[in-house]
């Protein structure tokens, strides 16, 4: 429409999007590739100790779906309730001992991880919570009668076995390396990999101290404050700053913890 000056454009209006239980059989092929790629990725990442973990697990998996019958990729509540029975049944330390309830509630996350990572199995939000509850059953069942499993939790370290341990290590560079490694591995209440994949740059010498950061961690990253300690002999950052000099690091992306001469 014109009234001789100005013109007016017609009104368009888009069609709605395609919602997904419209997608074609081609869209949904594209996609499902999309979401193995995407879990594939995420799987790579993990740390070679986790992928490890998780091939157990599933091993235990199959082993149980071979001998109840059940097929290998139902996974479903009910399975995995199963699942938690027949672990509690097995045998699962070195000397015979029945399963630990941590051991099997790692086997239900492996499982659970692997189905999705590894076959690509769709499973629900939520599935593996009955099989926990069935779990927590059991352990109050189990501690109703004074029973034990596993090696239970394990001994504090503390201030006199650093001593010991620091004592220990011999005046040489690996000595000075353990030394140095221990002390900070206690100050920053690390995992091993969390120290492993440290650079040098990843620690910030401060007026009162380190600053470690630990970038690369199975749980969180997270920069982590060391001060003097009060006790040379046991001091994390006097250990550090002397491995660092015995060691020659000076490259602030090699490694903080690999660099050992035969000395």
Not at 12 to 21: C, L
Not at 61 to 72: E, H, L, Q
Not at 85 to 103: D, F, H, M, N, R
Not at 165 to 184: E, H, Q, T, W, Y
Request: include cysteine; aromatic fraction near 6%; hydrophobic fraction near 40%.
């Amino acid at each position: 429409m014109s009234d001789g000056q100005n013109t007016v454009e017609p009104l368009v209006i888009p069609a709605a999007p395609a919602r997904p239980e419209q997608y074609d059989t081609a869209t949904r092929a594209a996609l499902d590739h999309i979401d193995r790629q995407a879990v594939r990725t995420i799987a790579d990442g993990r740390p070679s100790s986790t992928r490890r973990s998780y091939a157990q697990d599933w091993a235990s998996w199959t082993k149980f779906c071979a001998a109840s019958g059940v097929p290998v990729l139902a996974i479903t509540p009910s399975t995995l309730v199963m699942f938690v029975e027949w672990l509690w049944t097995q045998p699962g330390g070195k000397k015979g001992t029945c399963t630990a309830p941590s051991t099997i509630d790692r086997r239900i996350s492996g499982t659970v991880v692997s189905a999705r990572a590894e076959h690509g199995v769709r499973l629900e939000d939520g599935v593996a919570r009955l099989a926990r509850n069935r779990l927590k059953q059991l352990v109050k069942e189990m501690e109703e009668k004074g029973e034990t499993r596993g090696r239970g939790q394990a001994p504090p370290l503390l201030v006199e076995h650093l001593v010991k341990i620091s004592a220990a290590c011999p005046d040489n560079l690996r000595g000075i390396r353990d030394r140095a490694l221990v002390l900070m591995h206690f100050a920053v209440a690390g995992r091993e990999h969390e120290l492993a994949f440290n650079r040098v740059r990843d620690y910030a010498e401060t007026p009162g101290g380190i600053q470690a950061d630990l970038r690369v961690s199975k749980v969180r990253p997270r920069v982590v404050p060391v001060p003097y300690g009060s006790r040379p002999s046991i001091c994390p950052v006097r250990a550090w700053q002397a491995w660092k000099e015995a060691a020659g690091l000076t490259d602030p992306d090699g490694y903080a913890w690999r660099r050992l001469h035969n000395r």
